[in-house]
């Protein structure tokens, strides 16, 4: 489906929408690419209407949430969300066909090296403070994250475990919900998401919550589902178009927050943290040659 059919069939239903949903439909014909990289709370916002009008600009639509439709409003424009514009930033490119290796390694580089950057210009040095507190408090450390945001806890976890055994990072998302529902007051939550509006991470945070846990986002919005229900939210910075999820630049950015953290975990508690990634080490110094 062309851009101009994706404008048409807006339009043949404009007629459908509420006062609220023709809002909506406004902004997006007049900034797509724009909404392309916006958390489905950051355009309710930019509308001045609440999350569920937007939600429901969509069932018009006939699509089955927020995601979707940025996923066809990509599609309609051809570019997979990646195009130059200026939500993008300046040293990133788009891939194309005829672009040689030495350009695609450049490009790539750019990508991943402007992501850390971003990233490192939103860090807010008394959030990280104040996340390491809950985490070093903590009775136990639970890593979250659905897709490629588990990949991602995950090493989170492996890298925490080298240093404290109160960390655990669960797999199923069954299995997350009722984990996040027996945590302890005394527990924090580290929850991954990029878009911040996965139902599972939000399902996650509502029991964690709901426990009385301390609950730590690291997404790229600073608006979203999952921020509103986050005790402190880190951003990281990295630009996802729809058809670009798992993105390594996006993997990257977050990497490099955990990074933060463990870091200034470690230097606060080096004594028993130094010592426990000795044990660690030699624990498994034989399963190498």
Known sequence: MGHG???????????????????????????????????????????????????????????????????????????????????????????NQTDTLDTLTQKVLQTNLSALNETYELINLDDISKAVDYLIDAGRIYFFGVGSSLVTAMDAMNKFLRITADVCCVADSHMQAMAASLMAPEDVAVIISYSGSTKDSIQVAQAAKKAGAK???????????????????????????????????????????????????????????????????????????
């Open 215 to 289: 609950i730590i986002t690291i997404t790229r919005f600073a608006k979203s589902p999952l921020t509103s229900r986050s005790d402190l939210t880190m951003l990281c910075g990295s630009n996802e178009g729809p058809l670009q999820g798992g993105s390594t630049s996006a993997k990257v950015s977050q990497l490099f927050l955990l990074d933060l953290l463990y870091m200034e975990y470690f230097r606060r508690t080096f004594e028993r943290s130094n010592l426990n990634k000795q044990k660690t080490a030699g624990a498994v110094v034989d399963k190498l040659y």
């Open 5 to 95: 059919d994706f404008i048409l069939k807006l339009n043949s239903r404009y007629n459908l929408f509420t006062k609220a949903e023709r809002k909506v439909a406004d902004y997006v014909l007049q900034n797509p690419k724009k909404v392309l990289f916006m958390s489905i709370t950051d355009l309710a916002d930019a509308c001045n209407v609440g999350d569920t009008s937007v939600f429901r600009f969509c069932k018009t639509l006939h699509l089955q949430g927020y995601q979707e439709f940025k996923m066809q409003l990509s599609l309609s424009m051809g570019a997979g969300g990646d195009e130059d514009d200026d939500t993008q930033p300046a040293a990133t490119g788009r891939i």
